[in-house]
T-cell receptor, first 113, second 118 residues
Framework: AQSVTQLGSHVSVSEGALVLLRCNYS??????LFWYVQYPNQGLQLLLK????ATLVKGINGFEAEFKKSETSFHLTKPSAHMSDAAEYFC???????????WGAGTKLIIKP | GAVVSQHPSWVICKSGTSVKIECRSL??????MFWYRQFPKQSLMLMAT?????????EQGVEKDKFLINHASLTLSTLTVTSAHPEDSSFYIC??????????????FGPGTRLTVT
């Protein structure tokens, strides 16, 4: 069965510092991987996705993620954090058999001024 | 493209009444729709999957008779919470996928509906 683990329910960084949000997955088939962002009381917005093309994926708002098969990881990074990046971030893997998304528990990103 | 809307965005209802939430795909054919429930500070919990024209498939532990899902067209799915109680208060999110598209694995999310039962 597929699963997703997000390390750290809360991550706090200073404005301007590097953002690193960790995501590890398990999948018996080549995965489709996603990162979503959720602002308070809002729906989910797709940041980026990996679909077996380039392993380094660039997304919106300056975020990127690198697919590392050997580490079964898909960590999300941003070189310089902005206050507007404060939100909840979810990593998900797609189940190829029924297209359901398997979700991580989420990581709340806190930006310190 | 690939826009999903939900209506209403928030609703308050009295205990014992029923509430209907609509999920619409505005610019694509939603062959499959998913309904999620999200508790505060938690991840999304899949409630059910529905394919257009078919009965919804509910996840274990989700009451079919309480959460009625209809997906009668390629652009509309509805979730009706019947005889709502305060414990049904939650954030409900729908998503849709276009089974005809090359990126058919991708789900497009609605903005969510905040339900409060008093």
């Amino acid at each position: 069965a597929q699963s997703v683990t997000q390390l750290g329910s809360h991550v706090s960084v200073s404005e301007g510092a590097l953002v690193l949000l960790r995501c590890n997955y398990s999948s018996s088939v080549p995965p489709y991987l996603f990162w979503y962002v959720q602002y308070p009381n809002q729906g989910l917005q797709l940041l980026l996705k990996y679909t077996s093309a380039a392993t380094l994926v660039k997304g919106i708002n300056g975020f990127e993620a690198e697919f590392k098969k050997s580490e079964t990881s898909f960590h999300l990074t941003k070189p310089s954090a902005h206050m507007s990046d404060a939100a909840e971030y979810f990593c998900a893997v797609s189940d190829h058999s029924n297209y359901q998304l398997i979700w991580g528990a989420g990581t709340k990103l806190i930006i310190k001024p | 493209g690939a826009v999903v809307s939900q209506h209403p965005s928030w609703v308050i209802c009295k205990s014992g009444t029923s509430v209907k939430i609509e999920c619409r795909s505005l610019d694509f054919q939603a062959t499959t729709m998913f309904w999620y429930r999200q508790f505060p500070k938690q991840s999304l919990m899949l409630m059910a999957t529905s394919n257009e024209g078919s009965k919804a498939t509910y996840e274990q532990g989700v009451e079919k008779d309480k959460f009625l899902i209809n997906h009668a067209s390629l652009t509309l799915s509805t979730l009706t919470v019947t005889s709502a109680h305060p414990e049904d208060s939650s954030f409900y999110i729908c998503s849709a996928r276009d089974g005809f598209a090359p990126s058919s694995y991708e789900q497009y999310f609605g903005p969510g509906t905040r339900l409060t039962v008093t």
